[in-house]
């Protein structure tokens, strides 16, 4: 049996009773990826010799000084900068960079004693839905090898589905954390805006984006995000609140928790099979001791359009730093104006141009009040929406995605197509608050993920409900056939 098979409290106790070493955790991560990454596509860079090295300094630490996650391998997706190693967000302008400094997340995972095995992949400065727009190469879902994992942080999720490394962190913008979770059959959180550090993480939509972890259960999953969250000097958006011990939080009991399902969230372009397994996942709640109602966010329907002109806007604006002068990609030019425009032309890919170009349309004098000043007109009535339901209920649960992934390349001539896999994330991220997504079913030989929606900064009541769940029906035990893989 893999090692990554046990959880975070089951290894540090093979590792209390020296049944393993944290050079042998180490050992297994590297050898799962070269086992099983050449099919999947997960990594861009290793850290191999670093955390080898470090593991074998960690041991002689003595176990009473040790955390929950200490000697646990992790890896990083590669918008979130790590001293020198390579960060390219997996596009062609950043071939080469080697960052001078961590991220702040990336401090806290080596304060929390964890060893960063690697870089994964993603989408292209994070912008899209299926990890097709890596420009070094796209990464396939571990459940059916023929399919997308979801994106932008689908190197994250399929590595952790994969058995190739137990906890990964990614970023979401418009639900690129929790949407390959709910393709990969994994569990992914965006935390509350502001309770994870920005800082160190390369910037689409500033406004929109959260750090978060992605893991294999629920436990740990809170026990990473406590490790990661709190406020920072470095980043004036982080929050000065508290950070609990979520997995405290997590007490089994939902008996009168208060539950709204969003008519509009299993309204027409749910497929039948995610309709069917959400449905009876929220009967499962019912059955735990939840009160369900039926609640609408009538602006909902106006979120998509929202979020595509508000995270271009902000992309347009961050993007404009990659110009060749100081880091990554230069291109060959005769003078400073044509470097310019031969960098970009060559270092951006599609759809990060096609994004760029709307966001600068959108913020343009004469369109600006239109449609950047309107979308965020609508995103307040977002926002009012979701604190109205929040008035009277605990959480909001519904699907992560209308339909389970699709096929590579199936979509890839289609944009508008792969935008509207985000219809039922992105709301959360223009209002700020947290969500998660955890297995709850498969149709065919895919999995569907259930999205559970909290109030700001009740990251913990949304474990527990989670964690309810995943006890009764355990889908976060199955793995797909890369497991078997020696």
């Not at 070094?136 to 932008?152: D, E």
């Not at 958006?237 to 299993?266: Q, R």
């Not at 329907?301 to 002109?309: G, N, Q, T």
């Not at 995270?311 to 400073?336: K, P, Q, V």
Request: charged share 20%; aromatic share 8%; proline share 5%.
């Amino acid at each position: 049996m893999s090692l990554f098979k046990h959880t975070s409290a089951e290894l540090q106790e093979l590792l209390k009773n020296k049944e393993v070493t944290i050079a042998d955790l180490t050992a297994e991560a590297f050898a799962r990826i070269e086992a099983v990454d050449g099919e999947i596509g997960a990594f861009l860079a290793l850290n191999k010799e670093a955390a080898t090295a470090q593991a074998s300094e960690m041991e002689q630490v003595p176990f009473e000084q040790r955390g929950p996650l200490f000697g646990l391998p992790i890896g990083v997706k590669d918008n979130i900068v790590t001293e020198g190693l390579e960060t390219t967000c997996a596009s062609k302008i950043l071939e080469g960079f080697n960052p001078i400094y961590d991220a702040t997340v990336v401090r806290k995972l080596r304060e929390a004693g964890m060893v960063t095995v690697g870089k994964v992949n993603m989408d292209e400065f994070a912008m899209g839905s299926a990890n097709e727009n890596s420009s070094i190469k796209p990464v396939h879902n571990p459940w059916n090898l023929n399919h997308v994992p979801g994106g932008s942080s689908g190197g994250s999720a399929a590595a952790v589905a994969a058995g190739e490394v137990p906890f990964t962190l990614g970023s979401d913008t418009g639900g690129s954390i929790r949407q390959p979770a709910a393709y990969c059959g994994v569990v992914g959180m965006k935390p509350t805006y502001g309770r994870v550090s920005r800082f160190g993480l390369v910037a689409f939509a500033s406004s929109l984006d959260q750090i978060g972890p992605i893991t294999r259960n629920v436990r740990d999953n809170a026990l990473l995000l406590q490790a990661i969250s709190g406020v920072d000097e470095h980043d004036s958006t982080s929050a000065n609140v508290d950070v609990p011990k979520f997995a405290d939080a997590i007490t089994g009991d939902i008996k009168g928790l208060k539950v709204a399902v969003p008519k509009e969230y299993l309204a027409e372009g749910v497929s039948e099979g995610v309709r069917k397994n959400v449905l009876a996942a929220i009967e499962k709640l019912k059955e735990l001791g939840a009160t369900v109602d039926e609640v609408s966010l009538p602006h909902s329907k106006y979120a998509l359009a929202a979020y595509y002109i508000i995270s271009s806007s902000e992309a347009s604006s961050n993007l404009s730093r990659f110009d060749g002068i100081r880091y990554g990609f230069r291109a060959e030019a005769d003078n400073l104006e044509d470097l310019y425009l031969q960098t970009r032309a060559q270092g951006f890919g599609d759809e990060v141009k096609r994004r760029i170009m709307l966001g600068t349309y959108s913020l343009s004098a004469g369109t600006y009040d239109a449609y950047y000043k309107k979308a965020q007109q609508v995103r307040t009535l977002i926002k009012q929406d979701f604190d109205k339901v929040f008035e009277e209920y605990d959480v909001i649960v519904g699907p992560t995605t209308p339909t389970t992934a699709f096929k590579l390349g199936e979509n890839i001539e289609d944009p508008m197509t792969v935008y509207a896999n985000d219809i039922l994330t992105v709301p959360i991220n223009l209002a700020g608050v947290p969500a998660i997504s955890i297995p709850c079913g498969f149709d065919g030989d895919l999995p569907v993920g259930l999205q559970i929606i909290g109030n700001y900064f009740e990251e913990g009541t949304i474990y527990n409900v989670a964690d309810a769940f995943e006890k009764v029906t355990n889908f976060n035990e199955k793995t797909p056939q890369t497991w078997e893989v020696k």
